[in-house]
């Protein structure tokens, strides 16, 4: 099998890494989760699941727990009904815990909003029925393309109640990107806003909207927050201001239930082929298994906690660990706007000692940012309430690792390294925080619940210290039901390559220790993790030959000591343009063409004019030898090469350009 190349680095550091971190006795001795929960887990999976299945509110219960008849389609609680919504929202204020905040909003510009769960209910139900009388009904999908605004919790909370779908765009994505999202999905209304605050400048978004509906036909509604302030184009028969559309729409709205398997929002996430899938996830199992993670991961107490995940709603994580997962389980939580340096680089520290944020969640390349700004800045606050760190994302190098446990968790917080993808719904591969010695760089062990192996080619078991493939063998139940409106593609995708043994494909690399713990070992297909961002090769070359200056391009991720990879690509130009057409500011033009054709995160890093590309007999691209070049590696192996000169000539003809 391919190693990932841009693991490295982070390889070699691993062997210097050997120490583990118990936890304190303390922390053991009150942690939610105990080491015996996989022990009731392994006895029996399904009554493991129904149990926790049990904490959420069900109108009716179901009769069956996994009905796995038609695999890989799953259904999971079946015959059950819930209101998604009513869990996240009106069960707590039922409860009594009406007046605990679940949501302290930081803007980015310094404005800020606490949101109790009583107003959560009645602004979640003036959406619902502000929705309601836009036409929006069960089935329904609705296109969400907001900055980090309480009104993006609002709409998707809304959806749910209505049973309607959510299909969240990133504020990042190009107006193209968003209306290939629309279309796919079909969407009735788009909300958003006017525009949005970006390293302290108000920037535009709405005019994105506009550029996406005008091909758009399935769209009737275009619903505005006002935020920014910035100026606008209006069309009057189709764009209507939030406030409006809420004005006078009662703060009550009764919930229905749904069938377990309920549509409850769909995700575009990139796969190898350029063409976006749209992630389909439901609603029993799905609610279950989010709540269940957020719970046992972060050893959640409603009553004390202050949650922080610091993803944006527009990513899987957002959805999970900042919608589903925390508000079903009655948190307190923050959410902030804007970006960690504005307006300056202690902005995060300074949210955790206003809040007394007590569990935070980030990535690995914002520690890494972190640790360029320099340990000086975190010290100049009180970080003390922190009891847990968690990282999402890509593999966490084991100095970034000790650097947040020392300089953010002061040497004494738990850190929980979790694996998983917007495929999987929830977390399904972490340390449990109160019963695991972590070890720095290792996600470790499946949760209870969830089983994972690494296999070879050929499907069969890797012993302990070889790489291999990761698989998840059975299913869970916040799995993906399927990919929107492509079985097909599914199939194919995720269970075509261990058809016969019945296991979802991953795409990560991974090997077990002797220890029994995971190390995950970055994607072995087209995919890039830029910044924790799943980018794929495909869709960044197709960006580049829409250019017309473009004949050919081959894009790899190349590793980066801050975003994990950047994006290196490497092009043909056509026959016939100018010399200028190689000069700086044509490829500053490429670059810039790459991220209007889908967004600011695919800009390439740095673009490399070249006479050839490396190909196989058969016509791929050895993306291999191209990363050996991007990472200024000697270029292995050429023997497969249809023409084994086309390196030296690419080595020789480089003109490159970047920031
Ligand atoms: C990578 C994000 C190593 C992995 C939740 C996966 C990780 C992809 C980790 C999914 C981790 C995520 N260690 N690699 N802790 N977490 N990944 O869909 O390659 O945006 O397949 O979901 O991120 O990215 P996605």
């Known amino acids: 099998m391919s190693q990932p190349d841009g693991q490295n680095n982070e390889l070699s550091n691993l062997l210097n890494e050997s120490r583990t971190f118990p936890p304190s006795a303390e922390f053991a001795s009150q942690a939610n989760a105990t080491a015996e929960l996989y022990d009731q887990a392994d006895a029996d999976r399904e009554a493991f699941w129904a149990e926790q299945a049990d904490q959420l509110h069900w109108e009716t219960k179901w009769d069956q727990v996994l009905d796995w008849s038609d695999a890989p389609f799953a259904k999971w609680f079946v015959g059950g009904k819930l209101n998604v919504a009513y ?16 949501i302290h909003w930081e803007g980015e510009p310094g404005d800020s909003r606490d949101i109790t769960y009583a107003e959560l209910q009645r602004e979640v ?120 559309v809420l004005d006078g729409q009662p703060d009550t709205h009764t919930p229905e239930a749904f069938d377990s398997e309920q549509p409850l929002f769909i995700l575009y996430t990139s796969g190898t082929t350029g063409r976006p899938k749209g992630i389909l996830h439901t609603s029993g199992g799905y609610l279950t ?33 900042i919608v589903y997962g925390p508000l079903a389980n009655g948190a307190t939580q923050v959410i902030y706007e804007g970006t960690p340096n504005s307006p300056h680089e202690g902005r995060h520290w300074e949210v ?66 979790t694996w998983w993808q917007t495929e999987t719904g929830a977390i399904m591969i972490s340390p449990l925080p109160g019963a695991t010695a972590t070890k720095p760089g290792s996600a470790q062990r499946p949760l209870p619940g969830l089983s994972a192996k690494v296999v070879s080619e050929t499907g069969e078991e890797v012993p302990n210290g070889g790489g291999g493939l990761l698989v998840l063998d059975k299913p869970w139940p916040s799995m993906l039901r399927g990919i929107w409106g492509d079985d097909d593609r599914y199939r194919e995708t995720y269970w075509s390559k261990f058809a016969d043994l019945g296991y979802y494909f991953a795409g990560d690399g991974a090997k077990y220790d002797d220890d029994g713990d995971i190390w995950l070992l970055g994607r072995v297909d087209d995919v890039m993790n830029v910044s924790g961002h799943r980018i794929s090769t495909t869709e960044v070359e197709s960006a580049l030959v829409s250019h017309p200056n473009v004949a050919e391009a081959a894009v790899v991720g190349a590793s980066d000591p801050t975003t994990g990879q950047g994006i290196v690509a490497f092009v043909i130009l056509r026959g016939g343009v100018d010399d200028a057409a190689s000069g700086e500011a044509a490829l500053k033009e490429l670059r810039e063409h790459v991220s209007r054709e889908i967004g600011p995160i695919a800009k390439p890093r740095q673009i490399m004019i070249v006479p050839e590309l490396p190909k196989t007999r058969s016509g791929k691209i050895m993306r291999r030898l191209l990363r050996d070049v991007a990472e200024n590696r000697e270029v292995g192996d050429v023997t497969t090469l249809a023409d084994s000169s086309v390196m030296n000539l690419i080595s020789k003809g480089l003109k490159t350009g970047s920031d």
Request: net charge neutral; aromatic share 10%.
């Open 125 to 244: 139900s003036r959406t619902a029925n502000a929705l309601a009388s836009l036409g929006v009904s069960a089935g329904d999908r609705v296109a969400i393309y907001l900055p980090m605004l309480p009104e993006a919790v609002f709409s998707m909370l809304a959806c749910a109640r209505l049973g309607a779908m959510h299909s969240v765009v990133f504020g990042g994505f190009s107006s193209e990107a968003l209306r290939s999202r629309i279309n796919d999905a079909e969407a009735k209304v788009v909300i958003t806003a006017d525009g949005q605050y970006r390293r302290g400048k108000a920037m535009p978004l709405k005019a994105n909207v506009d550029e996406a509906v005008k091909e758009t036909p399935s769209v009737d509604h275009v619903v505005v927050v006002k935020r920014t302030g910035s100026e606008v184009a209006w069309d009057d028969a189709r764009d209507k201001w939030w406030d409006d």
């Open 289 to 321: 298994q989010a709540a269940y993670t957020h719970r046992n991961v972060f050893d959640l107490k409603p009553e004390s906690d202050v949650f922080w995940c610091t993803a944006d709603i527009g990513w899987v994580t957002g959805h999970t660990y």
């Open 87 to 102: 869990n996240c929202v009106d069960r707590h204020v039922d409860a009594g815990n009406g007046d605990r905040v679940a």
């Open 352 to 417: 955790v000692q206003k809040y007394g944020v007590t569990i935070y969640y980030t990535a690995p390349t914002t520690i890494r940012t972190f640790m360029k700004w320099g340990a000086e800045i975190p010290a100049k606050y009180d970080l003390s309430s922190l009891r847990l760190l968690g990282s999402v994302g890509e593999p966490i190098n084991p100095e970034a690792w000790i650097w947040y446990r020392k300089n953010i968790g002061g040497d004494r917080t738990p850190i929980v390294d």
